[in-house]
């Protein structure tokens, strides 16, 4: 079978991850105020939805330690679930069954993300091409952006939520025209493959990886969750508000292109610890300034920064393991998740307790500038 160009692997995985992160996991933050507005949804029911789509995502992590991601059928079933599962929150209005919904996109994001990173990470470091790598994280910038634009005109329409999860679930699906001929064709070399006597090879710092990997979860996840949110609390117009979302992944998309060209100089792990200091400036300015302006520049920062800490990470973990990087990459995306599902439900039981976001964005801020400096260390394997 004939293996891909390098650059067609790049964008079928830029719009693989477009679909998995930017609708599957993140199409939920702009479509909440507008929900708010349809159905008086609350921050702390909105946290819970949060939290349920990001257990789905990680017991998907955890299938990923054990299923075998090389699967074409892997690949299509989660696309295809993260596709029905969007559609199908915009044709009811029932909370447990929106419960369900949003934890079978996790699972699936979880899936897709797993299979996209380690074939696209693979294929484009045997091609000798990881320069590419940018353009493929780059897609949940793209997907996110997207997201952004669409509920921002559907609400200049007038339209509600249930327009904007139908409009993004039909998204969801065209892109598998192009990814599924693409990503399933990439042939993954042995070494690349799951074996289970490579786990002790991954060397003593693979316990920091995934607890660093981790608190990016927490420390990202609330203004990920909440940013609109925020927001439309100091400036309620939605021509304005609205803008913060689409802010969001366009730093994330173009931030992610340009690290992914200076990683080739100053390394992985420094890009990973810069973001992390860059990450919890943009957490907790929110706490000692007000306004839109602050919003926007937390936007910015955490979006500028989030992406390209998954794409260090995990060029991290490639470089590590040692030819188990679908374990380690899996075993941290597992880590990640943990940290998002518990950011949420303390930032929505907070909020609804009347203490509002503070003290979680501090908290999380703090975890961040721990990471950074832990990063410092260098372990005896890996980057």
């Known amino acids: 079978m004939l293996q891909p160009a390098p650059l067609r692997i790049a964008l079928a995985g830029l719009v693989a991850l477009a679909v998995a992160m930017g609708i599957g996991r993140f199409a939920f933050t702009p479509i909440l105020p507008m929900m708010q507005d349809d159905f008086a949804v609350s921050v702390g029911s909105g946290g819970w939805l949060a939290s349920v789509n990001y ?9 990923g330690t054990v ?15 993260v596709a029905l599962s969007t559609v199908a929150m915009g044709f009811t209005q029932n909370f447990t069954a929106w419960t369900v919904l949003r934890f079978v996109a ?15 990470m693979t294929a484009l470091a045997h091609a000798g091409r990881t320069q590419l790598t940018g353009l493929v994280y780059a897609g949940v910038g793209s997907g996110i952006a ?45 070494a690349a493959l799951p074996a289970p006597d490579t786990r002790k090879r991954i060397g003593s710092g693979a316990a ?21 949110v925020m927001a439309k609390a100091v400036m309620p117009d939605a021509a304005l508000f609205g803008w913060s979302w689409p802010v969001f992944g366009a730093a994330a998309l173009l931030s992610t292109l340009i690290a992914a060209a200076q990683a080739a100089n100053v390394g992985h792990r420094r890009v990973w610890m810069a973001s992390h200091w860059l990450m919890a400036v943009g957490v907790v ?9 602050a919003i926007i520049v937390s936007a910015l920062l955490v979006g500028g920064t989030f992406v390209v800490t998954t794409m260090a990470s ?6 590590s393991a040692h030819g188990d990087s679908a374990r380690l990459v899996a075993a941290m995306t597992a880590a990640f998740a ?29 975890l961040l500038v721990l990471t950074a400096l832990l990063l410092l260390r260098r372990p005896r394997t890996g980057n």
Request: aromatic share 10%.
């Open 146 to 190: 997207a997201t952004g634009l669409i509920c921002l005109l559907l609400m200049q329409l007038d339209s509600g939520s249930a327009w904007a999860w139908r409009i993004a679930g039909v998204l969801a699906l065209l892109p598998a025209l192009f990814v599924l001929p693409v990503l399933g064709r990439v042939e993954m070399p042995a």
């Open 67 to 81: 299923w075998p991601m090389r699967s074409r059928a892997v690949l299509a079933g989660a696309l295809l679930a």
């Open 285 to 293: 300015l929110p706490v000692f300034f007000s306004g839109l302006a």
């Open 106 to 120: 996790g699972i699936a994001s979880a899936l897709m993300f797993i299979a996209v990173s380690t074939r696209c």
């Open 55 to 63: 257990v789905g995502y990680l017991l998907g992590a955890l299938a």
């Open 208 to 228: 920091l990886l995934v607890f660093c990997y981790g608190v990016s979860g927490f420390g990202y996840i609330i203004p990920a969750t909440f940013l609109p």
């Open 314 to 319: 995990l060029q991290v973990a490639r470089e």
């Open 338 to 366: 943990l940290g998002q599902i518990i950011g949420p439900l303390v930032a929505g039981g907070l909020f609804d307790a009347g203490y509002g976001f503070n003290a979680v964005l501090i908290l999380g801020a703090v």
